[in-house]
């Protein structure tokens, strides 16, 4: 099969595009119609009425948020079983299976005789994961999820970017504001932050 | 009369260095508007205590409205390090803004802003210097303005700097020849220098009906001047000499307040360019139909006024021709995309000019055979 080519006319200017008046009065015309709608939209949600018309494609972010689709993989949470405890086994697979190598998992006995393991401790290195999402596709317990919705994972150092097994089973502990307002990963609120005002400070 | 003066003279200086301020406000809002956006609107002030709540009220539409990002854009400007560069003349370096700003705030005294007050027995000039050549003294003061730039390069130690200071003063010196042959066809249908003058010769109806306003008497000299006017004001689609963050331009080794005298030349330039055009092309203060002692429309009906409220709304006029050009020129500052160099030259010489040669014989033509 030959390869058909398809010689495409470059566009010339014309008179009216020459003199440059006519296309700029066009261009003006756009831009000023924007403008004039949107100021009146602008008016009118100042007055309190017509607010489903948008008149600004803006989110004001930290106070309203764009929403996260339940699909999208966000910060880990570990599950827990009806009665409160780690449904985590420690059976290493999420371990296993992470490219990033971001997951460690100390395992220890179970009280429970007739169980065979539990995890004792369960961190995650914030800077390391690359959320791919395969420690919740590996999981055989369904005990690790990545559907917090929290998006804003930035702290000063890198060791405030690990998480330990209490911050990941309560997932909103110390995040300001509950699930819908979340800043931080770490359960000190950035003000409180030692880091925080050592930075500020130098 | 003089003490009227000097207070006429700080009136029009405060209100064109707060419009000025605003500017920035306006350019900031203006263009989030036009882009389908909120814009600035994070400079806000709220007063902790919960006796200050009316307060806090009061506050809260300026909050809103983003208002107070001049005042937190004048405050970092002077908490900036002002730095001068260590082989760079240190005293030409620091005159060249101050030149700038100098000769753009000192050509508002030759616009008038209304006809007459009468006071009882006074009679106050709406202009804070009635100068009978105000078109020659103003273009003196503009073409003066290209001196802060050529020093702000030369005085920089800066090669960029330099070269970008050349390249504005070209620019400025081939739009400025426009822009003072666009205004010929003006003077010679008015037939004054004297801005005052032009604004009164331009109360006159055209065939019973039409303002004598010099956009109908010389609809192509508006265009020409509006765009050398848009030129000389150093912005979008001609701001090749400063050219925001893409192009090194002439004040590259300007930075804290010096940087922002600069910035606000550009602002008081377009105020400046915008009195012109609503002075010489739309008007200046003239209401249609408005004369000394109230309406008189061409259908014969006359409303009378008294001659403050006359005078009142000569001067509402001339600030709302004034806010319009702003705007226009705002609109077309985040309208267009720059021009290259050779086009704008180009433009300049080869297009402007001579349709502005060409605008002067057919006036003049005319004017013969009148």
Redesign the interface.
């Known amino acids: 099969m030959t390869i058909k080519t398809k010689i495409l006319e470059r566009p010339t200017m014309g008179f009216l595009q020459k003199?440059?008046?006519p296309e700029?009065l066009r261009?003006?015309w756009?831009?000023?119609r924007?403008?004039w709608k949107?100021?009146f939209f602008?008016f009118l949600h100042w007055l309190g009425v017509f607010r489903a018309i948008q008149?600004?494609?803006?989110i004001?972010y930290p106070e309203s948020r764009r929403p996260v689709t339940p699909r999208s993989r966000t910060r880990h949470r570990l599950t827990k079983r009806m009665d409160g405890s780690p449904r985590c086994v420690a059976c290493m697979m999420c371990e296993t299976i992470c490219p990033a190598r971001c997951i460690y998992i100390v395992a220890g006995e179970h009280p429970d005789p007739t169980i065979e393991k539990q995890a004792l401790n369960f961190t995650i290195d914030l800077g390391k994961c690359v959320y791919c999402g395969f420690c919740v596709e590996a999981c055989p317990e369904d005990a690790i999820h990545m559907d917090t919705k929290i998006l804003e994972i930035a702290a000063y150092s890198r060791e405030r970017m690990v998480l330990d097994m209490n911050e990941l089973l309560n997932p909103h502990l110390g995040v300001r504001g509950g699930p819908e307002h979340t800043s931080c990963p770490r359960i000190e609120g950035i003000r409180g932050n030692p880091e925080y005002t050592r930075l500020a400070k130098s | 009369m003089i003490l009227i003066t000097i207070f006429l003279a700080v009136a029009v200086f405060a209100l064109v260095l707060s419009f000025a301020a605003l500017h920035t406000w306006i350019e900031r809002k203006?263009s989030?508007?036009?882009?389908?956006?909120?814009g600035a609107n994070r400079a806000t002030i709220t007063l902790p205590w919960k006796w200050a709540a009316p307060i806090n009220w009061v506050l809260r539409p300026v909050n809103q409205l983003g208002l107070f990002h001049p005042i937190a854009d004048a405050i970092k400007m002077f908490m900036k390090e002002d730095y001068i560069p260590p082989y760079g003349d240190r005293f030409l370096h620091t005159l060249a803004p101050l030149l700038s700003l100098t000769f753009a705030l000192v050509g508002f005294a030759a616009i008038p802003f209304g006809d007459e007050l009468v006071i009882g027995s006074l009679r106050i000039p709406l202009q804070v210097a009635p100068i009978n050549v105000a078109v020659l003294y103003l273009f003196a003061m503009a073409s003066m303005g290209v001196y802060g730039v050529i020093l702000a390069g030369f005085s920089s130690n800066s090669n960029y700097a330099f070269l970008g200071s050349v390249r504005a003063a070209s620019q400025m010196l081939a739009y400025e020849i426009t822009l003072g042959a666009t205004i010929v066809g003006i003077v010679m249908i008015y037939g004054s220098l004297d801005l005052q003058e032009i604004v009164r010769a331009q109360g006159k109806l055209l065939f019973g009906w039409l303002p004598c306003w010099g956009i109908f008497v010389q609809p192509i000299g508006f265009?020409l001047f509006l765009a050398a006017a848009l030129a000389e004001t150093k912005r979008i689609p001609y701001d090749l000499p400063e050219g925001e963050s893409e192009i090194v331009g002439y004040f590259t080794e300007y930075s804290s307040m010096k940087f922002g005298m600069f910035f606000f030349t550009d602002f008081i330039e377009t105020i400046m360019i915008a009195c012109l055009a609503a002075t010489l092309f739309l008007g200046g203060w003239q209401v249609p139909y408005l004369g000394a002692a109230g309406f008189e429309f061409p259908w014969q009906a006359v409303v009378a006024l008294p001659q403050f409220v006359v005078a009142l709304l000569q001067v509402a006029a001339f600030v709302f021709k004034v806010v319009f050009f702003c705007w226009?020129f705002m609109?077309?500052r985040?309208?267009?995309p720059r021009f290259r160099y050779d086009q704008l030259m180009a433009?300049g010489w080869k297009?402007l000019f001579p349709v502005s040669l060409a605008n002067i014989v057919v006036t003049a033509t005319v004017l013969m055979f009148l």
């Not at chain 2, 989030?32 to 909120?38: G, H, K, L, T």
């Open positions: 003199i440059y008046l700029i261009g003006v756009i831009t000023s924007h403008f949107n100021l602008h008149a600004a494609v803006t004001m | 203006q989030a508007v036009m882009q389908d956006r909120i265009f226009l609109t077309v985040w309208t267009l433009l297009g």
